[in-house]
Every structure is written in structure tokens, then in C-alpha cells.
């Protein structure tokens, strides 16, 4: 199964999200991610085995004891590769929170033995661009702030993607 840790946002943040950026759909030609399936992810984990899948479980199960709720601030539009005038991913992000970096820091250090070791980059992924083309994004004001009371693993089934929630980990209250 592949599969991967994130945070997903409300139903109303979606909904938010893509009422935000319908004009940016209609203008370009991308692969846009279904809104509903709008996350962030904390950590990619690959293929995990059944075997391995007890062992995640319960290392979920201890950090997300060590973690409050807290908010997070949707932010502004940005792209991957940053530098460069090409687009291959369209993305939006959130304002800096020590939480989450300190959530997501946990994350990667109990993981760090599956799927790829990138730095943690807080975002939601909204396109993808295989042509690599240019666009010029025009400033963008997201208002809108939502609870992180839990964790999610999540399967991610290909060809889609279909992301199936395998299981929900509450953070302390």
C-alpha cells in the first residue's frame, strides 16, 4: 500500500479553497486535484507492507498524545520549482506555526526510515503541470483559519488519486 501521513481540512476549507480559485482553473490548462481531496501532508511513506503497518500504527498513536489542537492560517499561492518561471506544482500555503513544525519535525524523525527524506514544506497541493509550462500568478488574499485536532494515514491509490483514510489520530484537546 502506498502511503502517507497528513492533515486533512475541513469540508468548508475545501469548499473555501476552491471557491478561491475557480478563476485560476478556468485560465489554466492543469491537473487540477479534486477539492475534496485537498490535505496536508506531513510525511510521504511509500510502500508500507501489512507488516509494517502495526508498528506505524502505534508510533501515530504515541505522538499524537504529545500534541494540543492548534490553528493554522491558510496563506498565499505559490509554485514548485520556486525559483524558476516553470510550474510544475501549484500549491497554497499556510502561516508559519511552531506546532505544526514541531508536529511535522516528530513526524519525520519517527519516519525517517520510509519514503523520501525532503524538509518539511507546509502546503496543498491544488495542480500539477507534467509541461512545465510558465504562468503568472496574480496575488491572492486567503482568509480562512481551521483547528488541526487530528492526524490522518493515508492510503493513496493510483492510478486517481483515490485517498482513503485508513485511520484518524485525535491530538489532545
Known amino acids: 500500500m502506498r502511503m502517507f501521513i497528513g492533515i486533512d481540512l ?3 476549507g475545501k469548499k473555501y479553497i476552491y471557491n478561491n480559485i475557480k478563476d485560476i482553473i478556468e485560465q489554466y490548462d492543469l491537473k487540477w486535484v ?15 507492507s501489512e507488516k509494517e503497518l502495526s508498528n506505524i500504527d502505534k508510533k501515530l498513536n504515541e505522538i499524537s498524545k504529545r500534541y494540543k489542537a492548534f490553528e ?9 520549482p520556486v525559483y524558476s518561471d516553470k ?19 516528530d513526524i519525520q524523525n519517527n519516519f ?6 525532503k524538509p518539511f514544506s507546509p502546503h496543498i497541493t491544488l495542480a500539477r503541470n507534467k509541461n512545465g509550462t510558465s504562468i503568472t500568478l496574480k496575488e491572492k488574499t486567503f482568509d480562512y483559519k481551521f483547528v488541526v485536532d487530528k492526524i490522518t494515514l493515508f492510503e493513496s ?13 485525535p491530538l489532545k484537546l
Request: proline share 5%; no cysteine; hydrophobic share 40%.
Open 72 to 80: 493554522l492560517k491558510l496563506n498565499s499561492l505559490g509554485k514548485f
Open 112 to 117: 525517517k526510515n520510509f519514503g523520501d527524506n
Open 10 to 12: 475541513p469540508e468548508d
Open 34 to 48: 479534486d477539492y475534496r481531496l485537498y490535505h496536508l501532508t506531513l510525511k510521504f511513506l511509500g510502500e508500507i
Open 157 to 169: 491509490i493510483l492510478p486517481g488519486p483515490i485517498y482513503k483514510t485508513i485511520k484518524v489520530y
Open 87 to 105: 510550474l510544475n506544482v501549484l500549491w497554497l500555503g499556510v502561516e508559519y506555526s511552531k506546532e505544526l513544525e514541531d508536529l511535522a519535525i
